[in-house]
């Protein structure tokens, strides 16, 4: 989405606000977004100084990383940028910033890359989900399995060293 920012250029109003619907980022590993991402926010201006907040809901889905189990949610990221004319900072290359390009910026460029930068990279089905038999791959979450559990702790093995010397 491109904001036009020439109302609070001029000095017309303070505030622009938006709610809009835009395409959401490309599949990675094991995350597909299944929807189209929701974006509302505002930019406003406080004594000259232009800066944007929003938020974006970004519906994906997944699998558990203990237990695969497909899990469908929504991720939620909070964005703020200040907005600068070009030629106005002493380093562009900011990411603090967003430039304006002939009195409008471009939202969904940047909020993409922030999507992809802030997505974690795994999620649980639930935090303490106890995840799959390494031995006959039953899920423990539904009731303990009957292999033989052999636990090493490798805290547990240095101690028995030096216990048995
Ligand atoms: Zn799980
Ligand atoms: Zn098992």
Same mark, same amino acid.
């Given at each position: 989405?491109?904001?036009?920012?020439?109302?609070?250029?001029?000095?017309?109003?303070?505030?622009?606000?938006?709610?809009?619907?835009?395409?959401?980022?490309?599949?990675?590993?094991?995350?597909?977004?299944?929807?189209?991402?929701?974006?509302?926010?505002?930019?406003?201006?406080?004594?000259?100084?232009?800066?944007?907040?929003?938020?974006?809901?970004?519906?994906?889905?997944?699998?558990?990383? &203990?237990?695969?189990?497909?899990?469908?949610?929504?991720?939620?990221?909070?964005?703020?940028?200040?907005?600068?004319?070009?030629?106005?900072?002493?380093?562009?290359?900011?990411?603090?910033?967003?430039?304006?390009?002939?009195?409008?910026?471009?939202?969904?460029?940047?909020?993409?890359?922030?999507?992809?930068?802030?997505?974690?990279?795994?999620?649980?089905?639930?935090?303490?989900?106890?995840?799959?038999?390494?031995?006959?791959?039953?899920?423990?979450?539904?009731? +303990?399995?009957?292999?033989?559990?052999?636990?090493?702790?490798? &805290?547990? +093995?240095?101690?028995?060293?030096?216990?048995?010397?």
């Amino acid at each position: 989405m491109l904001i036009n920012l020439g109302p609070i250029l001029c000095g017309e109003t303070d505030k622009i606000s938006f709610d809009y619907k835009t395409d959401s980022p490309e599949d990675f590993d094991d995350i597909h977004f299944t929807d189209a991402v929701s974006v509302s926010g505002n930019i406003v201006n406080m004594a000259g100084y232009i800066s944007l907040t929003l938020k974006a809901s970004v519906p994906f889905s997944t699998h558990c990383a &203990r237990c695969w189990k497909e899990i469908n949610s929504v991720f939620n990221l909070d964005f703020c940028k200040g907005i600068a004319a070009k030629n106005t900072l002493q380093n562009e290359d900011t990411d603090d910033y967003l430039i304006m390009k002939n009195d409008s910026v471009d939202i969904d460029t940047p909020l993409g890359e922030a999507i992809l930068l802030s997505f974690p990279i795994t999620f649980l089905c639930k935090e303490d989900c106890k995840g799959l038999c390494p031995m006959c791959g039953e899920d423990l979450n539904e009731g +303990e399995c009957n292999c033989v559990k052999k636990e090493i702790d490798p &805290r547990l +093995e240095i101690l028995k060293k030096l216990l048995d010397k």
